[in-house]
């Protein structure tokens, strides 16, 4: 929009230079944002008392700049599954085909017999029909009248042709799921007619659309989408999102459809059994897996105003069950990231959260939980491909596929957490069952078992500071990010443009740190195996931030090269977290994490230990009162001996310069809007 005007007095004008169109009567401003425009209601006589800050609060009803982050990554992520996903059906389908003609060649039955009786066919006709000579023929000679598109000269077809096509068997009993041939194809299988394919479907549902923005950019700036779904509840946003669709010119793509994002989402399940059941009367051989992923969506997005877990169930029933994605976002942050609602977490997600400096890792832990236990029920899997949280929100992306036997493996992925939120902020894990990896009894390979994990991990009090243990989760303990999936989507980043996806610099920033933050499990020894993947989990989640250690004793703050430098010189390795600026992620334990934080005392920030009590967390981390002598001697022989140097250079941080990692705050008093008004 543009900039505030003044009047003579000095008074504000809110309509003075901003530029808007009539359509149908009704005055719009137009919004863009990357490929995409929006038209959004606009009136000159209600804004002409109000000042432009008021006025453009208004128009954020619709419009919320905050949200492109969202949106642009959104893209991006759909872009790099969506090729991968259609390079995989082009090679699946191919080798489908390929071997057709091997069995057709090897059985030298079925197929070869149909194509005598076309050829005899064609025959007949010819005697009775000189004119479709030259289209249809049983005759290989024959073939050089049809041309690279499989017409005849000049790219035109006959009636006769037409008709001839209609009578013959050629087609009928070919799969479904292969493009039909003509006779003349059948008569010569060693010379297969070029044509080009078309292109493959590919389908995305924007469960909430509200304006249907998402979707516009969607259809516009995914070249290989085919359809695209707008669903909203209040017919006003249909209107809405059919007005700008027919703005943008792509309302022959996008489809607008007004009902409740769940009705729609679980009608794909009845339309699926209806169409099983008639099929299955009239074809032994009904094609089931694949009639039922075409009537299932590739890619549904749900960015609710609040939680979007009232829309798993359907969502994983409505999204394609060999490797959908399942794009969610979650802006209830006061529910998934605090702990005065744990009842209300439990209710959405399946566990509770955390009173901890991690509580965001811990919320998206949550809802990833909530995704795979509702998939769980069904036999399906998730594979988290990318999980942020971004500002207030968390966006996730997920692959959805039908595995029982991945399914098997959830629950030595589930965890529960144990902080010592009152205290010193430690924690420890504990997994609800194991996924064991053992040797077979030949010697030879490897598997997975299933078993009971020990509990518990931890005592009811700290065992760094004697405080008293709560409980969090269950929660997800899987890895968060696919580190192929980061790639890829970073790999194309140079080559789009900055003017459509402006929050460019921030999507790289990001990226870049989700996929620094991962480190590496220990290996287990043993062979490697297709199910490790799938077995894995996170081993070492969560992170700290050093001035939430040096709270717990009083002491400055340690800046965070120097600690990173004293971790690092002890042989741990370091990173950051993308949930927050200044956090630390290490595999370093916690009794080595503490040791380092009293040699900093030591050695550079003494405290006054005369105003330390007994009865604080900070009496047993500076370790100032008696302890068990075998204690004592065990600590001091595995950590206490370890020398700590503080060396900020190596420290420092030495990737790529200039990222930003984390967001600054782009105006006063963002965050979420309003929620938008039902008329």
Same mark, same amino acid.
């Given at each position: 929009?543009?900039?505030?005007?003044?009047?003579?007095?000095?008074?504000?004008?809110?309509?003075?230079?901003?530029?808007?169109?009539? /359509?149908?009567?009704?005055?719009?401003?137009?919004?863009?944002?990357?490929?995409?425009?929006?038209?959004?209601?606009?009136?000159?006589?209600?804004?002409?008392?109000?000042?432009?800050?008021?006025?453009?609060?208004?128009?954020k009803?619709?419009?919320?700049?905050?949200?492109?982050?969202?949106?642009?990554?959104?893209?991006?992520?759909?872009?790099?599954?969506?090729?991968?996903?259609?390079?995989?059906?082009?090679?699946?389908?191919?080798?489908?085909?390929?071997?057709?003609?091997?069995?057709?060649?090897?059985?030298?039955?079925?197929?070869?017999?149909?194509?005598?009786?076309?050829?005899?066919?064609?025959?007949?006709?010819?005697?009775?029909?000189?004119?479709?000579?030259?289209?249809?023929?049983?005759?290989?000679?024959?073939?050089?009248?049809?041309?690279?598109?499989?017409?005849?000269?000049?790219?035109?077809h006959?009636d006769n042709?037409?008709?001839?096509?209609?009578?013959?068997?050629t087609?009928?009993?070919?799969?479904?799921?292969?493009?039909?041939?003509?006779?003349?194809?059948d008569?010569?299988?060693?010379?297969?007619?070029?044509?080009?394919?078309?292109?493959?479907?590919?389908?995305?549902?924007?469960?909430?659309?509200?304006t249907?923005?998402?979707?516009? /950019?969607?259809?516009?700036?995914?070249?290989?989408?085919?359809?695209?779904?707008?669903?909203?509840?209040?017919?006003?946003?249909?209107?809405?999102?059919?007005?700008?669709?027919?703005?943008?010119?792509?309302?022959s793509?996008?489809?607008?459809?007004?009902?409740?994002?769940?009705?729609?989402?679980?009608?794909l399940?009845?339309?699926?059994?209806?169409?099983?059941?008639?099929?299955?009367?009239?074809?032994?051989?009904?094609?089931?897996?694949?009639?039922?992923?075409?009537?299932?969506?590739?890619?549904?997005?749900?960015?609710?105003?609040?939680?979007?877990?009232?829309?798993?169930?359907?969502?994983?029933?409505?999204?394609?069950?060999?490797g959908?994605?399942?794009?969610?976002?979650?802006?209830?942050?006061?529910?998934?990231?605090?702990?005065?609602?744990?009842?209300?977490?439990?209710?959405?997600? +399946?566990?509770?959260?955390?009173?901890?400096?991690?509580?965001?890792?811990?919320g998206?832990r949550?809802?990833?939980?909530?995704?795979?236990?509702?998939?769980?029920?069904?036999?399906?899997?998730?594979?988290?491909?990318?999980?942020?949280?971004?500002?207030?929100?968390?966006?996730?992306?997920?692959?959805?596929?039908?595995?029982?036997?991945?399914?098997?493996?959830?629950?030595?992925?589930?965890?529960?957490?144990?902080n010592?939120?009152?205290?010193?902020?430690?924690?420890?894990?504990?997994?609800?069952?194991?996924?064991?990896?053992?040797?077979?009894?030949?010697?030879?390979?490897?598997?997975?078992?299933?078993?009971?994990?020990?509990?518990?991990?931890?005592?009811?009090?700290?065992?760094?500071?004697?405080?008293?243990?709560?409980?969090?989760?269950?929660?997800?303990?899987?890895?968060?990010?696919?580190?192929?999936?980061?790639?890829?989507?970073?790999?194309?980043?140079?080559?789009?443009?900055?003017?459509?996806?402006?929050?460019?610099?921030?999507?790289?920033?990001?990226?870049?740190?989700a996929?620094?933050?991962?480190l590496?499990?220990?290996?287990? +020894?043993?062979?490697?195996?297709?199910?490790?993947?799938?077995?894995?989990?996170?081993?070492?989640?969560?992170?700290f931030?050093?001035?939430?250690?040096?709270?717990?004793?009083?002491?400055?703050?340690?800046? *965070?090269?120097?600690?990173?430098?004293?971790?690092?010189?002890?042989?741990?390795?370091?990173?950051?977290?993308?949930?927050?600026?200044?956090?630390?992620?290490?595999?370093?334990?916690?009794?080595?994490?503490?040791?380092?934080? /009293?040699?900093?005392?030591?050695?550079?920030?003494?405290?006054?230990?005369?105003?330390?009590g007994?009865?604080?967390?900070?009496?047993?981390?500076?370790?100032?009162?008696?302890?068990? *002598?075998?204690?004592?001697?065990?600590?001091?022989?595995?950590?206490?001996?370890?020398?700590?140097?503080?060396?900020?250079?190596?420290?420092?941080?030495?990737?790529?310069?200039?990222?930003?990692?984390?967001?600054?705050?782009?105006?006063?008093?963002?965050?979420?809007?309003?929620?938008?008004?039902?008329?």
């Amino acid at each position: 929009m543009a900039s505030e005007a003044k009047t003579k007095n000095g008074a504000s004008t809110a309509t003075a230079n901003i530029e808007t169109l009539v /359509r149908d009567g009704q005055e719009y401003t137009e919004v863009k944002e990357g490929l995409a425009r929006i038209l959004v209601p606009f009136s000159a006589k209600d804004a002409a008392n109000k000042n432009y800050s008021e006025v453009e609060e208004q128009q954020k009803v619709f419009y919320n700049p905050i949200q492109q982050f969202n949106r642009d990554l959104t893209i991006l992520a759909i872009k790099a599954y969506g090729q991968d996903a259609l390079a995989k059906r082009r090679s699946f389908n191919s080798e489908r085909v390929a071997k057709r003609k091997r069995d057709k060649a090897d059985t030298g039955r079925d197929r070869p017999v149909k194509q005598e009786k076309v050829a005899q066919t064609a025959e007949a006709i010819e005697s009775t029909a000189g004119d479709a000579k030259d289209v249809v023929s049983g005759e290989p000679q024959n073939s050089h009248d049809v041309d690279a598109e499989g017409q005849g000269p000049g790219n035109t077809h006959n009636d006769n042709s037409t008709n001839l096509t209609d009578e013959t068997p050629t087609n009928a009993d070919q799969p479904a799921d292969t493009p039909q041939t003509s006779d003349k194809q059948d008569s010569k299988p060693s010379e297969p007619k070029q044509m080009s394919q078309p292109a493959p479907p590919f389908t995305i549902l924007d469960a909430l659309s509200a304006t249907g923005l998402r979707a516009l /950019r969607y259809a516009q700036e995914l070249p290989f989408v085919t359809s695209v779904t707008a669903n909203d509840l209040s017919p006003s946003a249909v209107e809405a999102i059919k007005r700008n669709a027919q703005h943008n010119g792509v309302d022959s793509k996008v489809n607008a459809t007004s009902g409740d994002a769940r009705m729609h989402m679980y009608s794909l399940l009845t339309r699926r059994e209806a169409g099983e059941q008639s099929k299955g009367k009239h074809n032994k051989k009904s094609p089931k897996q694949n009639q039922s992923q075409s009537q299932k969506y590739d890619v549904i997005d749900l960015d609710p105003y609040g939680t979007a877990a009232t829309f798993f169930d359907a969502a994983i029933n409505a999204v394609r069950d060999d490797g959908g994605l399942l794009c969610v976002t979650c802006t209830d942050s006061g529910v998934w990231a605090s702990h005065g609602y744990p009842e209300k977490t439990f209710a959405l997600y +399946g566990g509770v959260p955390a009173k901890a400096y991690f509580s965001h890792e811990v919320g998206l832990r949550l809802i990833l939980n909530g995704l795979a236990s509702t998939g769980a029920r069904y036999g399906l899997a998730i594979e988290p491909l990318l999980s942020l949280s971004i500002d207030y929100y968390v966006r996730i992306f997920v692959k959805v596929r039908k595995s029982p036997a991945q399914v098997k493996f959830l629950s030595g992925k589930t965890m529960i957490v144990y902080n010592c939120d009152q205290g010193c902020g430690a924690w420890e894990t504990q997994f609800l069952s194991r996924n064991k990896k053992a040797t077979n009894k030949s010697g030879k390979g490897v598997f997975y078992k299933h078993g009971l994990a020990m509990a518990p991990t931890s005592d009811q009090m700290c065992a760094e500071c004697g405080s008293k243990m709560h409980v969090a989760g269950p929660m997800y303990g899987g890895p968060l990010h696919s580190p192929d999936f980061i790639k890829k989507i970073l790999d194309d980043l140079p080559n789009v443009s900055g003017d459509v996806y402006g929050t460019k610099p921030r999507i790289e920033g990001m990226l870049t740190t989700a996929l620094e933050e991962m480190l590496p499990a220990p290996k287990d +020894g043993l062979e490697s195996s297709e199910e490790d993947e799938v077995a894995a989990i996170e081993p070492y989640p969560f992170f700290f931030h050093p001035s939430s250690l040096a709270g717990s004793v009083h002491c400055i703050s340690p800046d *965070e090269d120097s600690f990173r430098g004293a971790l690092r010189h002890l042989g741990y390795r370091v990173t950051r977290s993308h949930c927050k600026p200044g956090s630390i992620k290490t595999d370093a334990p916690w009794s080595v994490i503490w040791h380092v934080m /009293r040699e900093w005392v030591r050695q550079k920030a003494p405290v006054n230990l005369s105003r330390i009590g007994e009865l604080s967390p900070a009496y047993n981390l500076l370790r100032l009162g008696k302890k068990d *002598e075998a204690a004592e001697e065990n600590t001091e022989d595995a950590v206490g001996k370890m020398e700590v140097v503080f060396d900020k250079k190596l420290g420092r941080d030495t990737s790529k310069p200039g990222l930003i990692r984390y967001q600054t705050n782009p105006r006063e008093n963002w965050g979420p809007l309003s929620r938008a008004s039902k008329r």
